[in-house]
């Protein structure tokens, strides 16, 4: 079926650095990928939608200077959370936009926890 | 207004039997999707079962089903035949596929309902 490589599955972080996180369809192309965050027991909270060769969608409140996102392929969409605080702990997902999967149209990566000290 | 209710933050349920996880949902769309997904503490999210606001029948895949209330605008989902590997954090969440919701195609996820299975 389809898949979603998500990477790095986990990574702690320095408070003031940047963090790149990537999602890449391995079998089928994603035009649309959602970015969501999930703090501790709380629910997934979208955060942006980029489409393939396009400027990403922000939700308000998510600063889009601070979680920047690049969709140049229609294989690959990444998230870099830039001068990272402890804050910004939280566990981030993407979810590919696929009318392939038989899952209705979203295939999710596996999520990545970002822990910043 | 929330678009997605869960009202139950933790349930309990005794190995083997059956448990119902309750969402209710709000939207003007006529056309719309409903999902259930399963997310273990690993955090991973796995998809359960899916039912159109169009289907007449209850959506059932395997021990899992849902219970379609359209006019009540609810989604609860039914585990029969509960199993420990069933523990884990379930989420409700809707699609609306017209643009009167300002949907991007985007999921709208409720808080959650963890479920723990006792032996």
């Known amino acids: 079926g389809a898949v979603v490589s998500q990477h790095p599955s986990w990574v702690i972080c320095k408070s003031g650095t940047s963090v790149k996180i990537e999602c890449r369809s391995l079998?089928?192309?994603?035009?649309?990928m959602f970015w969501y965050r999930q703090f501790p027991k709380q629910s997934l909270m979208l955060m942006a939608t980029?489409?393939?060769?396009?400027?990403?969608?922000?939700e308000q409140g998510v600063e889009k200077d601070k979680f920047l996102i690049n969709h140049a392929s229609l294989t690959l969409s990444t998230l870099t959370v830039t001068s990272a605080h402890p804050e910004d702990s939280s566990f981030y997902i993407c979810?590919?936009?696929?009318?392939?999967?038989?899952?209705?149209?979203?295939?999710f990566g596996s999520g990545t926890r970002l822990t910043v000290v | 207004a929330q678009k997605i209710t869960q009202t139950q933050p933790g349930m309990f349920v005794q190995e083997k039997e059956a448990v119902t996880l309750d969402c209710t949902y709000d939207?003007?769309?006529?056309?719309?999707?409903l999902f259930w997904y399963k997310q273990p503490s690993s955090g991973e999210m796995i998809f359960l079962i899916y039912?159109?606001?169009?289907?007449?029948q209850n959506a059932t895949e395997g021990r899992y089903s849902l219970n379609f209330q359209k006019a009540r605008k609810s989604a609860n989902l039914v585990i029969s035949a509960s199993q420990l590997g069933d523990s884990a954090m379930y989420f409700c969440?809707?699609?609306?596929?017209?643009?009167?919701?300002?949907?991007?195609?985007?999921?709208?996820f409720g808080k959650g309902t963890k479920l723990s299975v006792k032996p």
């Open positions: 979810s590919a936009n696929n009318r392939v999967t038989s899952n209705y149209g979203y295939t």
């Open positions: 079998d089928f192309q994603a035009t649309t």
């Open positions: 980029s489409n393939e060769g396009s400027k990403a969608t922000y």
């Open positions: 939207t003007s769309d006529q056309s719309y999707g």
């Open positions: 039912q159109g606001s169009y289907d007449e």
């Open positions: 969440a809707m699609r609306e596929y017209s643009n009167y919701g300002g949907s991007q195609g985007n999921l709208i």
